[in-house]
DNA sequence: TAAAATTAAATTGTACACAACTTAATTTTA
DNA sequence: TAAAATTAAGTTGTGTACAATTTAATTTTA
């Protein structure tokens, strides 16, 4: 028996498995919000930055156009950011927050704390997960 | 500002990105045994197992059969498993590898290693991160 | 400066993921 | 034991993901 092909013994397997559940444990929240998951990341990073591009934020959030165009346009569709083709460089489009998807902000302020509640991890356990998440994502 | 809300704070974002990169790093592996990662997933489960029902990978894999039946279904016309309704009880499907899908076992043995070469973590690091993630899974 | 190369989004096609529901078989229980 | 409840898979519909390609605009370079 080859003990490396063990599921037992993946360390991707966990990681894969993590992070849907934690999309699992957003979703109540999220629902609240109509909003899925990877649309709330769309929606942190323009509460962040008001105006970013559809590269800007593919290059954050490290999903590409095939993926972001789609979602984009359903937050545009509810009303919460609006597409706009760039003037300076027409294959640019900008992405930015309607009054509406900025309200949003206040509505999702609770959010972080309830996730830190629900994930089990002591505050320590938690950077230390992030640190070598991010520094593998770094190679 | 909110600085929970920044994505730079964010925990469940670096593994969201992690698990998408690590079946990046599968994908060239794969790609030359024809099957994505979750299908090499199940396969893994079948190299220990051999016979396993749909519940039974769903359970070790955290899939429902919404996304497994037609997962099962590919491999299936690939040749390397069979699906097989139980006589003892209808409701059950037995899955269970072909010579084909056995014999992918000897081709994919170098896969974890190669893995872990490309993630850019000391074992030691890696074991931590498995831990941490395992024991946000059992929670 | 006109052709070639590059870039930004969008499109197309395949494969997850999962909620909600359906169907059929088996167990439970009244 | 017949009706009710439960269980196992499958189905339907929506929303990611991402490879590969396309389109249109901008830069580079010959």
């Known amino acids: 028996m080859q003990e490396a092909l063990l599921l037992e013994n993946q360390v991707c397997f966990p990681i894969y498995a993590l992070s849907r559940q934690i999309i699992q444990y957003y979703r109540p929240m999220l629902d609240e919000l109509d909003i899925t998951y990877p649309q709330y990341l769309v929606m942190m990073v323009l509460w962040e930055h008001d105006t970013q591009t559809v590269n800007q934020l593919g290059a954050l959030l490290k999903l590409d156009s095939g993926t972001l ?9 509810k009303g919460l950011i609006i597409r ?15 009054p509406s998807g900025r309200a949003m902000k206040e509505m999702a302020c609770s959010i972080p704390h309830q996730m ?24």
Chains 1, 2 share one sequence.
Request: aromatic letters at 0%.
């Open 69 to 77: 165009t789609p979602l984009l346009k359903r937050l545009e569709l």
């Open 84 to 98: 706009k083709r760039s003037k300076a460089d027409e294959r640019v489009v900008n992405i930015s927050l309607t």
């Open 116 to 139: 830190l509640e629900s994930m089990g991890l002591s505050l320590e356990e938690m950077q230390q997960l992030k640190q070598l998440a991010e520094k593998m994502l770094n190679r």
